[in-house]
């Protein structure tokens, strides 16, 4: 009883939070809003049982990715002009699209889980089957994770290098 | 009664940790006299502790200013963060015994994602402070922390894979016969150098370098939010120390022979304590290195030898495991 009751209070936390997010107009506020929704999804994993994942959600995606989001905020630092800008795109009109939309989609979710019967399956999962797992039947997904990242790093190694050797390119130029 | 030892535990932790990183406070500027042959704050009762009341005292009743031009809410909500995901990090850590508020399998995640949360009061609040030195020490801060939070986590995988679980009471009773620190020097050496730049104390305390940004993300920041700001980083050192203690010096298990002399939450504290001692000796005999020499030093350096220590640790637990 206490766990749907605590599984109840952090989906609604996630879910205001999250609505939150989307309208606030200062960006750095929606960010807030959005690192609260994700350490209420922690909240969630943890409660039905994927303690690892709840870690994995706090130090990855709350700790870190998060952080970068802030960070490329911070380098722009729009201030209020940032803030009218969103004000004149967040028009109530521009919300019709997108809310039919997810709206199909929440009827879609309604009836799918309409058609599930019971909670789903609260036994624990731990660190080690979810390296089993990774490195087993989802091996695949890994490799094209990782080589995704690779390019990644390539990529971001270029723009630096070419920024550092700007001098000797002008100097080829010439 | 044994329902009720976690609940004591947290007040014990709630109110000790603001007491001591009080009396840190004053403790680690006396420490600092010595070693750089001053006195340091010695006038206020016996030792000079009285020093701890009288600032306290002082940053309590200072006027709790916002500045006009800052982003209020956020301003106000920044310090807490850190002395909220600091508190919360104490919650796994095994002081002795059955004396821990909890033991959960993911106790070393736990630890990892409230440091990394714990930036956010550096980044809010420099953000939230609209003036360009706190701006800058924000920027810095976000880029120094999670870069060493990547050494950080690596540091320890070396732990885990020789005791074989993330859970901290496990990684210590792994410990019985032989700590950590001998076995993994090179995890320790990272993660040492790892938890004073998260912690971001002297030599590695560039987001707040007072000779070139005043005083960083703190530069608004007065009376209590000051104070909370500082206890966040109190607290914070005191974490890591009990991590360092807890992960690699074997957490309560006494020296061999005369570990039975003393009762474990003895030897908890005394190593935390000795721990503390060394991360003020390391502030008291290093300077600041320059921004782009610490980024260099964690990327170039600090990487590849966590990376060389998981193949190593690795390949040896392989080895002993078709040995035996």
């Not at chain 1, 709350?62 to 002009?81: D, K, P, S």
């Not at chain 2, 370098?209 to 209590?224: D, S, V």
């Not at chain 2, 074997?250 to 001692?277: E, T």
Request: aromatic share 12%.
């Amino acid at each position: 009883m206490l766990e749907i009751t605590l599984f109840y209070v952090a989906a609604t936390i996630a879910l205001v939070a999250t609505v939150m997010a989307m309208t606030r107009t200062n960006a750095i506020h929606a960010l807030i809003y959005l690192i609260v929704s994700l350490l209420a999804v922690a909240v969630i994993f943890f409660l039905i049982g994927a303690p690892f994942a709840a870690a994995l959600e706090i130090v990855i995606y709350a700790g870190a990715i998060m952080v970068l989001f802030v960070f490329v905020i911070m380098m722009l630092n729009l201030g209020e002009r940032g803030d009218q800008q969103e004000r004149q795109w967040l028009q109530p009109k521009i919300w019709i699209g997108p809310a039919l939309l997810s709206m199909l989609l929440f009827v879609e979710l309604l009836y799918v889980i309409s058609a599930l019967e019971g909670p789903v399956s609260a036994t624990a999962v731990s660190a080690k089957e979810v390296g089993l797992s990774l490195f087993g039947p989802y091996v695949l997904a890994v490799e094209i994770a990782s080589m995704l990242l690779l390019a990644g790093l390539v990529g971001s190694f270029h723009l630096g290098r070419r920024y550092l050797d700007r001098g000797d390119l002008e100097k080829e130029g010439e | 009664m044994s329902e009720l030892i976690p609940v004591l535990l947290a007040l014990i932790i709630l109110i000790g940790g603001v007491i001591v990183a009080a009396v840190l406070t004053w403790f680690e500027r006396r420490l600092l006299g010595v070693w750089q042959d001053r006195y340091g704050p010695n006038r206020l009762g016996p030792l000079g502790i009285g020093q701890v009341l009288a600032d306290m005292i002082k940053l309590l009743f200072k006027d709790d200013w916002v500045p006009p031009f800052a982003d209020k809410v956020v301003f106000i909500f920044a310090p807490t963060a850190i002395v909220v995901a600091m508190m919360m990090g104490f919650a796994v850590v095994p002081f002795a015994p059955g004396m821990m508020i909890i033991d959960v399998n993911i106790g070393l995640l736990f630890f990892l994602g409230m440091t990394s949360l714990a930036v956010y009061s550096v980044l809010l609040g420099g953000l939230a402070s609209n003036n360009k030195y706190a701006l800058l020490g924000g920027l810095r801060s976000a880029a120094q922390m999670v870069s060493y939070e990547v050494f950080m986590g690596l540091s320890l995988m070396g732990v885990v894979m020789m005791s074989g679980s993330f859970s901290l009471v496990a990684i210590v009773e792994a410990q019985t016969d032989l700590w950590f620190c001998f076995s993994q020097i090179l995890g320790l050496i990272v993660f040492v150098i790892a938890g004073i730049a998260e912690s971001h104390r002297l030599p590695f305390d560039l987001p707040e370098a007072e000779h070139e940004l005043t005083a960083g993300f703190h530069t608004e920041y007065g009376g209590m939010k000051f104070a909370m700001f500082m206890l966040g980083e109190y607290l914070g050192l005191m974490l890591i120390s009990c991590m360092i203690v807890t992960l690699f010096f074997g957490g309560w298990h006494g020296p061999a022979l005369i570990g039975h002399w003393l009762p474990p939450l003895f030897w908890f504290g005394f190593k935390v304590f000795f721990v503390i001692c060394f991360f003020v000796l390391l502030r008291a005999a290093i300077p600041r290195p320059r921004y782009d020499q610490l980024m260099s030093l964690g990327w170039k350096v600090m990487l590849p030898i966590t990376l060389i220590n998981l193949v190593i640790t690795g390949a040896v637990l392989l080895w002993m495991e078709g040995a035996g």
